[in-house]
């Protein structure tokens, strides 16, 4: 999948001149070309990564069909294809009426819950998460984490950060700046968005699906110790470029523990991979890790807090 990206990434050179030619073709054509090149790399791809991202839906997705699994591949290329010609060619032409909200009222709790102090809205990879960051930062004072150290992705990072949406790379920063600038972000009043499906070896045991993997506690530990709430947030192509945007109750987690306990952590942890997997299960074809998901499992005699 990467190297797929990359293709479309790395060469600036011809970035740069789609970029000069293409705002001259209106929004409708570029949908239409945006639908035929997700259907060639269905028919390129079929024995490829696809192959792959097909194995890994009907190993979490069980039962499902040949028919809705087709279907499903066919949709995430779509999502995929669209979200890259958004960020890489499409960035400038970006408003937010093409963003519909729902629950704007959690953001006004939230922000009453908080007393002074900011909050942390808490997604998946799940649709357009770049635009959707946009999007918020346009209306709060954002910041992220983000992985900008994969050379297929830089530029894709790079493209938001020239819109001026701040991010802190995951990868360069050390652990204790990054969670001190989060911090400091939040207690000022502040919005961190946290997409919190990211894999790493080094991230602490946890379950999703119901087994065992590895996710971030950077989100529980902020919200634990600094006692501020989290908004969970996802958001999914509706048709084309339109996006719905979902909103949820702000969630008071720091309320139901004394300290931010190591145990505690874990439990809040889970709580929030929870929101995941529903939205995962909620919006398949929108979630972006489909083509390795399969390289998060542990093994099954590893324990994990259940």
């Known amino acids: 999948m990467y190297e797929w990206i990359a293709k479309l990434t790395l060469n600036d050179g011809k970035q740069s001149r789609l970029a000069r030619v293409l705002p001259i073709f209106p929004l409708w054509l570029m949908s239409c070309l ?99 960051y946009w999007y918020f930062s346009k209306r709060y004072d954002c910041l992220t984490v983000a992985s900008a150290g994969s050379p297929e992705l830089l530029p894709l990072y790079m493209k938001f950060a020239e819109l001026g949406c701040k991010g802190l790379d995951y990868d360069r920063v050390p652990p204790l700046e990054l969670y001190r600038t989060l911090k400091n972000h939040v207690l000022s009043g502040g919005v961190v968005f946290l997409l919190g499906d990211f894999w790493r070896s080094s991230f602490p045991l946890s379950k999703l699906f119901g087994r065992v993997t590895r996710t971030p506690e950077g989100a529980a530990m902020l919200a634990l110790e600094q006692q501020v709430p989290i908004i969970p947030f996802y958001g999914y192509r509706k048709r084309n470029f339109k996006h719905q945007l979902i909103v949820g109750p702000p969630l008071n987690l720091h309320s139901q523990s004394a300290r931010a306990s190591r145990s505690a952590r874990a439990d809040t942890n889970l709580i929030l991979n929870n929101f995941i997997e529903r939205v995962i299960r909620e919006q398949p074809a929108s979630w972006f890790y489909w083509f390795n998901a399969h390289e998060r499992w542990e093994n099954a005699h590893q324990q994990v807090r259940a």
């Open 34 to 132: 945006c639908a035929v090149l997700a259907a060639l790399l269905c028919v390129v791809s079929r024995n490829g990564f696809l192959k792959r991202v097909e194995h890994n839906l009907a190993d979490l997705l069980s039962p499902i069909s040949k028919r809705k699994l087709r279907s499903l591949r066919r949709r995430y290329v779509r999502n995929v294809v669209y979200s890259l010609c958004e960020i890489l060619l499409l960035s400038d032409r970006m408003q937010e009426k093409n963003f519909k909200l729902q629950g704007e009222a959690y953001l006004h709790e939230a922000q009453q819950l908080a007393n002074g102090k900011g909050f942390i809205i808490y997604a998946p990879h799940v649709g357009n998460f770049f635009s959707y």
